[in-house]
T-cell receptor
Framework: GNSVTQMEGPVTLSEEAFLTINCTYT??????LFWYVQYPGEGLQLLLK?????DKGSNKGFEATYRKETTSFHLEKGSVQVSDSAVYFC????????????FGAGTRLFVKA | GAGVSQSPSNKVTEKGKDVELRCDPI?????LYWYRQSLGQGLEFLIY????????KSGLPSDRFSAERTGGSVSTLTIQRTQQEDSAVYLC????????????FGNGTRLTVT
């Protein structure tokens, strides 16, 4: 079945460090891929998405590229800020199962000043 | 303006009681999901409604859990004979009938079973 695997956290970085959170997926067909973010005390919200191979989603300085050959959608940011501290979820929506959205386990990021 | 609305925002109940959690999705959204998030954990899929299709109930953890969606809009998640392990935040999300659209989440219902 469809699944999403993302790196375990927590990830702790100093401000201005480079961030990578790995995400790989298993899916039949051509899924759409998403990153969601949950800031402390807030609800889940979309961070970025990509809907076909080689697309790059970007928002708030974060980027992720849909790599079909490696079935990956890694999240990157060149210089993190304390305000980026949150839990990040990778997710997919695929044809099998009627485009049900499947989430990874989430990765908690702590950024220190 | 409407985002996804969930009620109540908090619910404290005694073990063995039944509870009902309500979700009002965004108008026109055909897909509706329920997830559960335990403290410090990820999102556990519970059930998925898509239009008039039979719901995907594959994530419901036991037969104490059930959900319905009336008129393609409001959904109610019912937990019978609650147990302490049911304590969690229950999240509802909705999406238009477009696989490329993201989910819109409500703020959740925090359920505490004492």
């Amino acid at each position: 079945g469809n699944s999403v695997t993302q790196m375990e956290g927590p990830v702790t970085l100093s401000e201005e460090a480079f961030l990578t959170i790995n995400c790989t997926y298993t899916a039949t067909g051509y899924p759409s891929l998403f990153w969601y973010v949950q800031y402390p005390g807030e609800g889940l919200q979309l961070l970025l998405k990509a809907t076909k191979a080689d697309d790059k989603g970007s928002n708030k300085g974060f980027e992720a590229t849909y790599r079909k050959e490696t079935t990956s959608f890694h999240l990157e940011k060149g210089s993190v800020q304390v305000s980026d501290s949150a839990v990040y979820f990778c997710a997919l929506s695929a044809p099998r199962g009627g485009f049900k959205t499947i989430f990874g386990a989430g990765t908690r990021l702590f950024v220190k000043a | 303006g409407a985002g996804v609305s969930q009620s109540p925002s908090n619910k404290v109940t005694e073990k063995g009681k039944d509870v009902e959690l309500r979700c009002d999705p965004i108008s026109g959204h055909t897909a509706l999901y329920w997830y559960r998030q335990s403290l410090g954990q990820g999102l556990e899929f519970l059930i998925y409604f898509q239009g008039n299709s039979a719901p995907d109930k594959s994530g419901l953890p036991s037969d104490r859990f059930s959900a319905e969606r009336t008129g393609g809009s409001v959904s109610t998640l019912t937990i019978q004979r609650t147990q302490q392990e049911d304590s969690a935040v229950y999240l509802c999300a909705s999406r238009p009938n477009d696989r490329n659209s993201p989910l819109h989440f409500g703020n959740g219902t925090r359920l505490t079973v004492t």
